[in-house]
């Protein structure tokens, strides 16, 4: 008899989701966060999708601590001194309201004590040792010398997934399976956010931007607006800033908040908080085996995100594996069977989602958000194209294509390896 | 350009004294080739000072970039016990 049904390890959107899920369908359930309160060590950019989140919990959009619900999306391509923005503003979001700008230290201690209100024991402030295996089978947890026990255990405990990658469930994360996010919450008055990003009634801004102007470096940028604060961040993949081997990473994100299409956008604001956190981005190359006999891998350990450059998403695919492993556990217990086959039931509900879907869709995605030329070259030749079609400088005006080709030939891009390179890009986004 | 000192001010600890949760191995670092370590930790707990590599854990915000950075064997990556290190207030 094991002392619980089933023990969650972490409670982030993944973990909490599985927890509240299974104690609302009558399960014994442990959910473990290293973090006191629960949940207190996670970071993440701060857009919530709550499509997922509705299934579990109807009431979220009331209940939660949200920030800004979406209703204008904005894309930047940055060179040093211009930048070019898609800017997409819809009533549709507003009527919606599915996507939130989201703060996680306050957002996952209020999803873990929905947990709690579900019925499970939450205990936070424990760092498990190690997990607890027997004949090959994760029978539990180790916490301070002792085994804790149960049918099933849920690894949710995020991208350094060490329980998983210690007992041999999952290997080591290498340079191409992570990006490093860096992040900081700028203080500003409610007035002066809703003033500088033309918003009212607790209407909200998502920008990501390309940046263009740091060389060889292939940073991606994000500014999200909240209540009273703005989320400010930078990502950089791992295998290029080792290639660049001469940035400090700490210092991308000043380079970002100095940019000069930026600055005045943050300027009076304080920095109120620093953090980091590695963004799995491997997609199928980086999942582990998703379950085996007594675990099943949930969210960022299982490398669950998505990002194409247009939307960087990790929370909405936490939820929803935390949803479909809840379910799985749920239905191993009416069987009474949690074996490697009985719990392979998690992959194909897994199969039949988004989650898996996108990661399959999207499976060359990298070759494009990590292509140089997208950080290198494309900004500096929209940022060409605009000054030839919209400077009035007293010179003859040229068509369309002529602006084109000689812009494109101005940054050493032949005609027909751009196709290719757009066509590359437009088969693969 | 913010200090990033300045900006790891900003953060709330509470730092476990009696255990590093990481480790390095100095003979290793001292023939590392690279040391792409202190460009990479985005806390700067690795310095170079004198060519030396010093490592300090106290201002660690867990994100595990060094767990990954080092290709050389030296840094051994583990959690903080309960409820140590970093406490995100806005995260």
């Not at chain 1, 060889?216 to 961040?233: A, C, I, M, Q």
């Not at chain 1, 491997?282 to 990002?307: Q, R, T, W």
């Not at chain 2, 600890?13 to 985005?42: G, N, Q, S």
């Amino acid at each position: 008899m094991s002392d619980f049904d089933a023990i969650v390890v972490g409670a982030g959107n993944a973990g909490s989701s599985a927890a509240i899920y299974m104690a609302s369908k009558g399960l014994n359930v442990l959910l473990v966060d290293r973090a006191d309160p629960p949940g207190a060590k996670n970071l993440s950019g701060g857009v919530l999708w709550g499509n997922d989140l509705a299934q579990i919990l109807p009431k979220w959009q009331s209940e939660a601590p949200l920030e800004r619900f979406i209703n204008n999306k904005k894309l930047g391509f940055l060179t040093e001194k211009s930048s070019f923005m898609l800017d997409f503003k819809t009533q549709i979001f507003e009527e919606n309201k599915v996507g939130y700008t989201v703060l996680r230290s306050k957002f996952d201690p209020w999803l873990a004590k929905k947990a709690k209100e579900a019925g499970a024991l939450v205990i936070p402030g424990i760092t498990v040792e190690s997990l607890a295996i027997k004949d090959r089978k994760v029978i539990g947890i180790v916490e301070s010398g002792d085994t804790i026990t149960a049918d099933v255990t849920l690894l949710a405990e995020g991208v350094n997934a060490r329980l998983a990658i210690e007992a041999g469930l999952k290997r080591p994360l290498r340079d191409s399976d992570v990006s490093l996010g860096i992040k900081e919450i700028i203080k500003l008055s409610p007035q002066k956010i809703e003033d500088r990003f033309n918003l009212k009634n607790n209407s909200g801004v998502a920008s990501e931007y390309i940046l263009g102007f740091l060389g060889e470096l292939n940073v991606g940028g994000f500014l999200y607006t909240n209540k009273d604060s703005l989320s400010l961040g930078v990502v950089v993949p791992m295998e290029n800033l080792r290639e660049n081997g001469i940035t400090h990473s700490y210092d991308l994100i000043e380079m970002f908040k100095e940019h000069p299409s930026i600055a005045p956008l943050i300027e009076g604001g304080q920095v109120a908080e620093y953090g980091a956190h590695l963004i799995p981005e491997g997609g199928l190359e980086m999942m582990p085996k998703l379950y085996g006999n007594g675990y099943m891998i949930l969210g960022d350990a299982a490398g669950f995100a998505f990002s194409n450059g247009l939307v960087l998403q990790g929370m909405n695919y936490a939820i929803l594996s935390g949803i479909k492993a809840g379910e799985t556990a749920v239905e191993a217990k009416l069987r009474n069977n949690f074996s490697e086959q009985s719990l392979s039931a998690y992959e194909e509900k897994l199969n039949s989602t988004y989650v898996l879907k996108d990661l399959k869709t999207f499976k060359d995605i990298r070759k494009v958000t990590n292509n140089p030329m997208m950080y290198n070259t494309y900004p500096k030749l929209l940022e060409s194209i605009m000054l030839e079609t919209l400077w009035e400088r007293g010179q003859p005006k040229k068509k369309i294509r002529d602006v084109l080709s000689s812009c494109a030939s101005n940054l050493n891009m032949g005609r027909i390896k751009t196709l290719r390179e757009f066509y590359y890009i437009y088969r693969r986004m | 350009m913010m200090d990033i000192k300045e900006r790891l001010g900003t953060l709330k600890y509470d730092v476990d004294k009696e255990y590093a949760h990481i480790t390095v191995d100095e003979k290793i670092c001292e023939k590392c080739p690279h040391h792409f370590c202190v460009m990479a930790c985005p806390a700067q707990c690795y310095t170079l000072q004198n060519g030396k590599l010093i490592f300090n854990y106290e201002d660690c915000v867990e994100c595990g970039t060094c767990s990954i950075a080092c290709d050389q064997g030296s840094v051994t990556w583990h959690y903080p016990k309960a409820g140590k290190g970093v406490i995100y207030k806005f995260g």
